[in-house]
């Protein structure tokens, strides 16, 4: 079994910043990629970045130059730095993993919520 949690998210103003942090625990081999997605209230979830296990990573262009993606392999942690927060990035925010256990497989967090008041 494979755990996800997130933290960090909360309520910010408009230009604001918040650090999103996930940590993998369980039986893990290895972890290939990890990412964020979002889910605003009736909408769908949508990408927001993903780093791949050598670093590569790929953002959702509403979020290019704003957000910042990293991970720590010795920790198994992906974090999401978000800078000048627009409200229309209020969202639920969930972390994913595609993980090496005694198979591969991808697993999510039950998601925080980042709420960006104007």
């Known amino acids: 079994q494979v755990q996800l949690v997130e933290s960090g998210g909360g309520l910010v103003q408009a230009g604001g910043s918040l650090r999103l942090s996930c940590a993998a625990s369980?039986?893990?081999?290895?972890?290939?990629?990890m990412g964020w997605y979002r889910q605003a209230r009736g909408k769908q979830r949508e990408l927001v970045a993903t780093v791949a296990s050598g670093g590569n990573t790929n953002y959702a262009d509403s979020v290019k130059g704003r957000f910042t993606i990293s991970r720590d392999n010795t920790k198994n942690m992906v974090y999401l730095q978000m800078n000048n927060l627009k409200p229309e990035d209020t969202s639920v925010y969930y972390c994913?993993?595609?993980?090496?256990?005694?198979?591969?497989?991808?697993?999510w967090g039950q998601g925080t919520q980042v709420t960006v008041s104007s």
């Open positions: 369980g039986s893990i081999v290895s972890i290939n990629s």
């Open positions: 994913n993993a595609v993980v090496m256990t005694t198979y591969r497989g991808l697993y």
